[in-house]
């Protein structure tokens, strides 16, 4: 009965439970856009910035100072790239120090790296948009971020001068060469970050064949936790750093996401539930002589609150499937194709370090969560419909 | 003869602080199993709150109202609710079918309502509409059947929880004269066949004349109760 009652005003049914489609959609599609911005972050994060991990001495990363190389780096180097799980490893030496030109200077931290690993753990070859990689026929090469390059006016081919303190504490420099610009998903990084050779730095340096940091990227990032571990357990002197670790911000951004997003859809079914309560009211109302006659036939006021319960819960319920299944075809459409945001300013995602192709995914993890939003969308909606229903005298029902 | 309905000096107040309206003015009425009476009188006389009262709908201000001997005044909403499903029968003027149901549904509801067994309630349904004469339309919903359609199947819904008696509020009010006596002859003939009591309240006067006892109200109070618009003679059936 509580079915065939719906469809008493069959245009009235539908839109609510198109609305409810919608907004399900709604939530949902924004759903997926968060999940698939926060995954490009986590993957930018991890795959051309931090790695899984990083291994460096404890006092290093406190202020950065180059007398703290990492001890033994070269051995545990060789041990990490056999450990099972791990897909590659590769040694940085950093420091923090000065870029000059003849029009200016810039705070830079300079990465000194070994080519062929730093490609593949940083994909620095892949974000070169202008110039060459690393020419091993050339000394004092450095690759710099489009940021910079635009900042200090610098173009392939340009010079400059690197400026920091060496192991022992005294200024050194070395004039560099421009071999090429790239362009990363975080602008602010391609700003501050620059690559040479870990030769030309550690010979400026004076740190020999030390370096200052291992990062390691993993086959599967559900093993971060179990190689950390283990990577501590070998190696106890070593400060051993996860992503998340390295990059709060963006650990603390996925995490306030994911609240936001339960959020952002209770909001939106909160708004429904009172497109749903007038609909149930409306119908109440409607037949308030009806629900009359039934209770002086003898049906129990339980009954009658169940029926308005059940009439409301299927009302939101008929709309969900097809909500959850338009969000599905259109989130897997764009899941293939990106979804491009330059629109929205790509400079401003840039400089959030956030890419603006992304790849909606949906939220198959919130599926439960996002049933019990429906679920109770539906409990509060039938309340006050119900109770009207409940409150009526069968008497004065009649009279209507 | 069993007594059916015995109401002791119920009154209906509105407004009873104020300027009290008696609706039911302290009335007595005693009604034997069998008995075919028409409650008339003008409109506002009290005759709905006087069979809404009778029904358990409403409750009297004053006075008791025994149904087989059990006094529905002292009854809880909910005891009164299962008291109406396993007693009573109604039959309202504008039919008041649900709609969504069919025409079977809505027999068949009451039924459900006391949890009769499926094989019961169909042997029931059919029997029931063979009486009402609508076999063929068991399956319609009630928006495709006539007006005298429809009260012809509420009439079936009112008798299909073999009620202690059918209270009908102007059954006759919305129908044309053909629907009026064919709803007449069936009710007739369940009251003479099946001795159902039944209980109009009504202003029409074909269901006055096939009324063998008719009780006026005036201003809620009883006018007249007389027996007999039809005498006996006119019902071979009845006993002398």
Redesign the interface.
């Known amino acids: ?1 509580a079915w ?2 719906i ?2 005003n069959k245009i009235r049914s539908i839109i609510i439970m198109l609305s409810i489609a919608v907004g399900l959609f709604a939530g949902i599609a924004v759903l997926a856009l968060y999940k698939g911005m926060m995954k490009a972050r986590t993957r930018t994060v991890i795959d051309s910035e931090a790695g899984h991990l990083q291994l460096h001495h404890p006092a290093f990363t406190e202020d950065y100072d180059p007398k703290f190389t990492l001890r033994n780096g070269s051995r545990i180097l060789q041990e990490i790239r056999r450990m099972e799980g791990v897909k590659l490893a590769a040694p940085r030496s950093i420091t923090n120090g000065m870029l000059a030109t003849p029009g200016g200077s810039s705070g830079v931290q300079i990465m000194g790296v070994l080519p062929g690993p730093e490609y593949a753990a940083s994909q620095l070859d892949k974000k070169l948009v202008e110039g060459k990689l690393f020419d091993d026929a050339k000394k004092n090469q450095v690759i710099i971020g489009r940021k910079l390059a635009v900042k200090m006016r610098l173009k392939p081919g340009s010079k400059l001068v690197l400026m920091f303190t060496d192991s022992s504490g005294s200024i050194v420099s070395g004039a560099f060469r421009v071999a090429g610009i790239y362009r990363s998903a975080n602008a602010p990084l391609d700003e501050r970050r620059v690559y040479i050779r870990m030769k030309d730095m550690n010979d400026l340096l004076a740190t020999g064949g030390a370096f200052h940091e291992i990062v390691v990227l993993l086959n599967s990032d559900e093993d971060v936790p179990r190689i950390q571990q283990e990577l501590q357990h070998k190696w106890k002197s070593a400060s051993i750093q996860s992503w998340r670790e390295i990059s709060p911000e963006t650990d603390l951004m996925v995490n306030t996401t994911n609240q936001l997003s339960y959020i952002l859809m209770s909001i939106i079914m909160l708004a429904l539930a009172f497109g749903i309560i007038n609909t149930m009211l409306m119908a109440i109302l409607e037949r308030t ?2 629900i009359g ?9 339980l ?1 009658i609150f169940m029926l308005v319960i059940l009439e409301t819960w299927m009302l939101t319920f008929a709309g969900t499937p097809l909500g959850f299944l338009v969000a599905w075809f259109s989130i897997a459409h764009y899941n293939r194709q990106g979804m491009d945001l330059s629109g929205m300013g790509k400079e401003l995602m840039s400089s959030f370090g956030y890419s603006t192709l992304i790849y909606p995914e949906f939220p198959a993890e919130k599926f439960p969560g996002l049933l019990l939003i429906v679920f109770l969308t539906a409990l509060v909606s039938s309340l006050l419909p119900a109770r009207k229903a409940l409150m009526m005298q ?2 004065e029902a ?1 009279r209507r | 003869m069993k007594t059916v309905i015995d109401a002791h000096n119920i009154s209906k107040v509105y407004n009873p602080e104020t300027i009290p309206v008696y609706a039911v003015n302290h009335v007595h009425l005693h009604l034997e199993q069998g008995e075919f009476t028409a409650l008339v009188g003008p409109s506002g006389s009290g005759k709905t709150t006087l069979l ?1 009262m009778i ?1 358990g ?2 409750k009297p201000d004053e006075g008791q109202i025994f149904i087989k001997g059990l006094d529905i005044t002292r009854l809880s ?2 005891a009164l ?2 008291f ?3 007693n009573i029968g ?1 039959v ?1 003027q504008s039919y ?1 079918l ?4 069919t025409a079977r549904e809505n027999v068949e ?2 039924m459900q ?2 949890n009769l067994p499926e094989e019961l309630r169909d042997k029931r349904v059919e029997k029931l509409f063979r009486e009402i004469g609508l076999e063929d339309k068991m399956n319609e919903r009630p928006s495709r059947l006539s007006g005298g359609q429809q009260q012809r199947v509420a009439v079936a ?1 009112a008798l299909a ?1 073999k009620p202690q008696f059918v209270l009908a509020d102007e059954p006759t009010a919305n129908l044309d004269s053909k629907s009026a006596a064919n709803l007449l002859d069936i009710m007739d003939r369940l009251n003479r066949e099946e001795n159902i009591t039944f209980l109009f309240s009504t202003h029409d006067q074909r269901v006055i004349e096939r009324a063998r006892r008719v009780i006026t109200l005036v201003d809620g109070k009883i006018a007249s109760d007389t027996a007999a618009v039809r005498t006996d003679e006119q019902h071979p059936s009845l006993p002398g």
């Open positions: 009965m065939r009652n469809w008493r002589r009806e006659i039934m209770m002086a036939l003898g049906t129990t006021r009954r069968p008497v009649l | 809404n029904g709908l409403d909403s909910s609710i299962n109406r499903l396993h109604f309202f008041n649900i709609p969504v149901l509801f009451i309502l006391q819904r929880s």
